[in-house]
């Protein structure tokens, strides 16, 4: 099937090539070694009783058997049907004679010097670059921390699942397609499906997707409000894996950091962002924000972390998960995308009031949600309007 679309694909292809050119196109053709299964193969010598999609062996076959003469003949008829449009002839006897230029007597050529200006500090940066110095934003990743030998025999469930960006990337995967509202039996048949799509096919592993969704849709995202979960919103509720993109200017290491400091998160801004030559930066903020929804009138960011942290429940406790929030600077990621939500939201809400309308932040970390501990696995937020004004002031490039 693979060779069959191949062929379809080299089909297309070749087509354009042969009608792009203006005013001629010439192309060598005759009984080349691997071509059987080729574009031009198909076209040109097609077997009279093949089927569409062809057999590729009986096309190959065919076209082996093919003398220079059968090919010529084929050849010779599709140019008289094509009205003069298409021309055929041998191609030229190679000549012993060898090409000489001749001699010139020119001025000496020399290169033009630029003389312009290119500017090295305009740039698409975002949280993964203000992080590890990266132009591109990288998907979500698990922070790599390699487990004890007696601690990773006694993971079970979640805990067990695997580690590292493609796990990350699978879950977020799963995520992005779920339906909140979904029966337990739709859940599982799309755990199924994207576990087997990214490799991961180990019954345990499915079973533990399965029931950390069941008690992620059932989480309490606000400890007083015990509706307040993702079963009662619905996929218009949701907007996922949300591009944004910003212009910034003149964002420093310095600037970053001194504004985020008297936010209370001296450690927010990561040591290495001092290191990276890219003080000031001009240019783009880019990133992706996993999911945006609203629910009561107010939206909120919510953001999936399949970070490990540990065997144990008591391992995603309000501390922990507080703790890998600085380890990890996503204090700094959030307060970006809540810059980037909140000029989003001013641009599409008809009379949008921060107070009125922005919900908050909500992060959280797959492997230790628990609907009876709402405290457990998540991270919530909600910065001031002031906070947001003064940081997108900063991005801004206002003093």
Not at 27 to 56: K, Q, Y
Not at 233 to 240: A, N, R, Y
Not at 280 to 291: A, E, S, T
């Amino acid at each position: 099937q693979a060779r069959l679309e191949r062929l379809a694909e080299n089909v297309r292809l070749f087509y354009v090539a042969l009608t792009r050119a203006k005013h001629r196109c010439y192309l060598p053709w005759g009984g080349i070694r691997g071509a059987g299964t080729s574009a031009p193969s198909w076209l040109l010598h097609r077997p009279p009783d093949a089927a569409v999609p062809p057999p590729l062996a009986t096309l190959e076959t065919h076209f082996r058997a093919l003398t220079d003469e059968a090919m010529r003949a084929d050849l010779a008829a599709l140019s008289e049907k094509s009205g003069g449009a298409l021309a055929l002839s041998d191609l030229p006897e190679p000549v012993a004679a060898r090409y000489s230029p001749v001699a010139t007597t020119g001025e000496k050529l020399e290169c033009r010097r630029f003389k312009g200006h290119i500017r090295r500090d305009w740039l698409i940066s975002s949280f993964t670059y203000f992080h590890e110095g990266l132009r591109e934003e990288l998907p979500d990743r698990d922070r790599v921390v390699a487990p004890r030998p007696e601690a990773e025999a006694q993971a079970e469930g979640l805990f067990a699942f695997p580690r590292g960006a493609k796990a990350g990337v699978c879950l977020h995967d799963i995520l992005e397609h779920l339906d909140f509202q979904a029966r337990d039996a739709e859940m599982l048949r799309l755990v199924q499906e994207r576990l087997q799509a990214h490799g991961i096919t180990e019954p345990a592993h499915c079973r533990a997707v399965h029931q950390m969704l069941q008690k992620l849709v059932r989480l309490p995202l606000a400890q007083d409000r015990a509706d307040f979960v993702l079963k009662n919103t619905t996929p218009g509720d949701c907007l996922k894996e949300v591009e944004f993109c910003f212009p910034v200017q003149g964002v420093s290491a310095a600037r970053l950091q001194e504004r985020l400091g008297k936010l209370g998160w001296t450690s927010a801004v990561p040591p290495q962002l001092g290191r990276v030559a890219f003080d000031p930066v001009q240019g783009l903020l880019k990133g992706y924000i996993d999911m945006v929804f609203q629910f009561d009138g107010r939206f909120y960011l919510a953001d999936w972390k399949s970070n490990w942290l540990g065997n144990r429940p008591e391992d995603y406790s309000a501390q922990a998960v507080r703790d890998e929030m600085l380890r990890e600077h996503y204090f700094l990621q959030y307060h970006l995308y809540a810059v980037a939500l909140h000029k989003y939201l001013a641009l599409r809400v008809p009379g949008y009031a921060y107070e009125r309308h922005f919900g908050g932040v909500i992060y959280l970390f797959l492997r230790g949600v628990e609907p009876a501990h709402p405290d457990r696995g998540v991270f919530r937020d909600r910065p001031s309007q002031s906070a947001i004004e003064q940081l997108s002031a900063l991005l801004k490039g206002d003093k």
